[in-house]
């Protein structure tokens, strides 16, 4: 399948993902409940969109802790929306070796 231009990109660069995300208004974050010692599932969280509710907010220093620990990728498009946003499509995926790399 060829790439389009609302194919998602994969990454494992800390700068990128924080960049990209705090240029949209993100931040950090896991789903609570899901950890008892330890950080649970990672998620970026969007003020103002649902989830909030579910989310506790987190350190980039300990996501991108849990992030390598767990060896994910993070999944992305880089297009605006129809209103001129930037897409804030995003999903945490385990590395393939593919992703643009540090």
Same mark, same amino acid.
């Given at each position: 399948?060829?790439?389009?231009?609302?194919?998602?990109?994969?990454?494992?660069?800390?700068?990128?993902?924080?960049?990209?995300?705090? #240029?949209?208004?993100?931040?950090?974050?896991?789903?609570?409940?899901?950890?008892?010692?330890?950080?649970?599932?990672?998620?970026?969280?969007?003020?103002?969109?649902?989830?909030?509710?579910?989310?506790?907010?987190?350190?980039?220093? #300990?996501?991108? #802790?849990?992030?390598?620990?767990?060896?994910?990728?993070?999944?992305?498009?880089?297009?605006?929306?129809?209103?001129?946003?930037?897409?804030?499509?995003?999903?945490?995926?385990?590395?393939?070796?593919?992703?643009?790399? #540090?």
């Amino acid at each position: 399948m060829s790439k389009t231009e609302r194919s998602g990109h994969t990454t494992t660069n800390h700068e990128f993902i924080k960049q990209w995300v705090t #240029e949209r208004g993100g931040h950090p974050a896991c789903v609570r409940g899901t950890g008892e010692e330890e950080i649970g599932v990672l998620r970026i969280d969007f003020p103002g969109y649902s989830g909030s509710d579910s989310l506790e907010p987190i350190s980039w220093d #300990e996501w991108f #802790e849990k992030f390598e620990e767990s060896e994910l990728a993070f999944l992305h498009r880089d297009i605006k929306g129809e209103d001129g946003g930037l897409d804030r499509f995003n999903k945490l995926v385990k590395r393939t070796g593919d992703e643009d790399g #540090e």
